[in-house]
Each structure stands twice: as structure tokens, then as C-alpha cells.
Nanobody
Framework: QVQLVESGGGLVQAGGSLRLSCAAS????????MGWFRQAPGKEREFVVG????????DYADSVKGRFTISRDNAKNTVYLQMNSLKPEDTAVYYC?????????????????WGQGTQVTVSS
């Protein structure tokens, strides 16, 4: 079992930045591929970005390419999401998730473990 806890969300103006963290406990994070998802009110949960278990491969949604950066520190059992140039449409609850495969996938059903989410609100 892996327990995931996100932090770092908040309210920011458009154009601003936030860094989300996802801390894992229970098992070492290095065994898992990690993903960040988000869900806005009235919308389905959508894939934002993923990183392979060793960190050598990343995959970004087109909507965040060039603005968001995922990274992982397996020694600290933590995954990060640096979000720059934030837009109002980035407003959502952000979730981190873990899966046992080698590479990130966009289907949330492929992830076995989820955090509770952290709210990100971008004002215009």
C-alpha cells in the first residue's frame, strides 16, 4: 500500500506560479510511475502529466506543455509539479497518483493509488 499526500495548492493570480508536492509513505516511490491529474467542477478528471518510475520519461498534456514541469526525488519519496504561467483554466483540484507500470498513462483507471487532492485556484 502507498499513501499519497499532496500539498502546495492555493490561490494565485494569473501568470503566477505554484509548486505542488506529493509525499508518499508506506512503500518506496521508486517502484511506481507517477501522474498528476486535475478535476474542475462539473468536469471529468483529466491527465496533466506523468513521470516514469526512474524519471527518464515524462508525458505532458498539451494544455500544460511549456508551463508545467514534473520531477521526482525518490530519495525523499516525493514528486513535484512546478506550475508556471498559470491561467484561470488551470483552476481545479490536483491529484497525484501512482501505478505499477514503467510509463505514465493518461487513463486514471490505470492508477492504483491516489492522494486526497489539493485545490489550485487561479484568479484572472
Amino acid at each position: 500500500q502507498v499513501q499519497l499526500v499532496e500539498s502546495g495548492g492555493g490561490l494565485v493570480q494569473a501568470g503566477g506560479s505554484l509548486r505542488l508536492s506529493c509525499a508518499a509513505s508506506g512503500r518506496t516511490l521508486s517502484s511506481y510511475t507517477m501522474g498528476w491529474f486535475r478535476q474542475a467542477p462539473g468536469k471529468e478528471r483529466e491527465f496533466v502529466v506523468g513521470i516514469s518510475w526512474r524519471g527518464g520519461s515524462t508525458d505532458y498534456a498539451d494544455s500544460v506543455k511549456g508551463r508545467f514541469t514534473i520531477s521526482r526525488d525518490n530519495a525523499k519519496n516525493t514528486v513535484y509539479l512546478q506550475m508556471n504561467s498559470l491561467k484561470p483554466e488551470d483552476t481545479a483540484v490536483y491529484y497525484c497518483a501512482a501505478r505499477g507500470g514503467y510509463y505514465a498513462v493518461i487513463n486514471p483507471n490505470e492508477y492504483a493509488y491516489w492522494g486526497q487532492g489539493t485545490q489550485v485556484t487561479v484568479s484572472s
